[in-house]
Each structure stands twice: as structure tokens, then as C-alpha cells.
């Protein structure tokens, strides 16, 4: 089974903190996209990547960067954490979005 | 550009009784897919079903299956018999291109014992 593991399931960060979340899958996949879920907003694309290096903004990219060193490795920095950036973050991996995605379990981010 | 609606923010299901997930989409690709996810309170998406737009029957799988109406663009989800352990988010998705899938904003289903 394809595995996608998120590094923390619950962080507390300060107000301008730089914060990392990291995303690891075990099954060579291309493409991994990082999401953040809000009530009544639903999942919203932050960003995506389908290669090494490789990367493209999605919807709501503003306040967030990332990095994919590794195939199996992609990681959401928020470069000056924020109290909006108060959510639950959702990384996921796909050979093609057309085989839909496998996600892990998700960071509930709280920015105090 | 693709849109999904999920317009039940919430519903509620009485126990072994069957309900029915609202989605309707609309996309400007010729072939394209619905997948069904389910989020229980721990918060990991688990994938449900898949209905794909060139498919001549409705998906099935085990309690799930999809009220798949292409001319009506809607792709609901039937859960029957439902169970305690029903009680989760769910969010219709489709492709985006090939480049990633697109949410709606998810039905928070609860089932009444």
C-alpha cells in the first residue's frame, strides 16, 4: 500500500515563526500537492509539484513555499507564520491526479 | 475551469437507513472523473469511488455506489445501510487537466443511532 506520512498530526507555532511541514510517500510517485482544508472552504490547493525541483502554484500560494529536494520528499514552509494560517494542511501523492490521490493523515496547524 | 458544488453542508441519517451525498460539476474536459473521499474526525481522506465520465454503469463499491447523470453534470453519492462509522466529511472531486484534482467545500454526514 502506498504511504504518505506527515511529520507532525498537531504543531503550536508563534507569529512570525518560520514553520515546516513535511510530507514523505513511499511508492516513487511523481506528483504531490500540499492542500489546506478549512470549514465550508473545502480543500484548497496551496501548491504542487510533479517532478524533482519541480514546482507550480495553485490556488492560494501567498504566504507559503516549497521544496522537493527528493522525489519522496515534498516540503510546505510558511516563511513568516500567520494567525490565518491557522488550518488543517493535507499533503497527498499521485502517479496522476487522474488516478486520483492517496493523502496522509494532515498537520492541524495553530499559529498563536 | 472546473467547479464542484456540494451544496448539504451537513445531513443527518438515521441508522441502516440509506442517504444520498449531492455533487454537481462542471468541466470543460471531454473525458473526465469523479472521485468520492471520506474524512472521519481522525482527519486522513480515505478514497471511496471513482466514476469515470465514459463509464456505462454507475460505480459501485460495497455500500457506496454513485447516482452518476451526466446530462443533469451530477455525481451523488448513495451510502445504504448506514453505519455509526459512516459518520465522517465527504468531498466530491474532479481532474483538473492532468495537473491535480479539485475539491467541493465536503457534506459533514452524521448518523443517529
Known amino acids: 500500500d502506498v504511504k504518505v506520512t506527515q511529520s507532525s498530526r498537531y504543531l503550536v507555532k508563534r507569529t512570525g515563526e518560520k514553520v515546516f511541514l513535511e510530507c514523505v510517500q513511499d511508492?516513487?510517485?511523481?506528483?504531490m500537492f500540499w492542500y489546506r482544508q478549512d470549514p465550508g472552504l473545502g480543500l484548497r490547493l496551496i501548491y504542487f509539484?510533479?517532478?524533482?525541483?519541480?514546482?507550480e502554484k495553485g490556488d492560494i500560494p501567498e504566504g507559503y513555499s516549497v521544496s522537493r529536494e527528493k522525489k519522496e520528499r515534498f516540503s510546505l514552509i510558511l516563511e513568516s507564520a500567520s494567525t490565518n494560517q491557522t488550518s488543517m494542511y493535507l499533503c497527498?501523492?499521485?502517479?496522476?491526479?487522474?488516478?486520483?490521490?492517496?493523502f496522509g493523515s494532515g498537520t492541524r496547524l495553530t499559529v498563536v | 475551469a472546473q467547479k464542484i458544488t456540494q451544496t448539504q453542508p451537513g445531513m443527518f441519517v438515521q441508522e441502516k437507513e440509506a442517504v444520498t451525498l449531492d455533487c454537481t460539476y462542471d468541466?470543460?474536459?471531454?473525458?473526465?472523473?469523479l472521485f468520492w473521499y471520506k474524512q472521519p474526525s481522525s482527519g486522513e481522506m480515505i478514497f471511496l469511488i471513482y466514476?469515470?465520465?465514459?463509464?456505462?454503469q454507475n460505480a459501485t463499491e460495497g455500500r457506496y455506489s454513485l447516482n452518476f447523470q451526466k446530462a443533469r453534470k451530477s455525481a451523488n453519492l448513495v451510502i445504504s445501510a448506514s453505519q455509526l462509522g459512516d459518520s465522517a466529511m465527504y468531498f466530491c472531486?474532479?481532474?483538473?487537466?492532468?495537473?491535480?484534482?479539485?475539491f467541493g467545500t465536503g457534506t459533514r454526514l452524521t448518523v443517529i443511532p
Open positions: 497527498a501523492s499521485s502517479p496522476s491526479p487522474l488516478y486520483g490521490y492517496t
Open positions: 511508492m516513487d510517485h511523481e506528483n
Open positions: 509539484s510533479y517532478d524533482v525541483k519541480m514546482k
Open positions: 468541466t470543460s474536459d471531454p473525458s473526465y472523473g
Open positions: 466514476q469515470g465520465s465514459y463509464d456505462q
Open positions: 472531486a474532479t481532474p483538473r487537466g492532468a495537473n491535480n484534482l479539485f
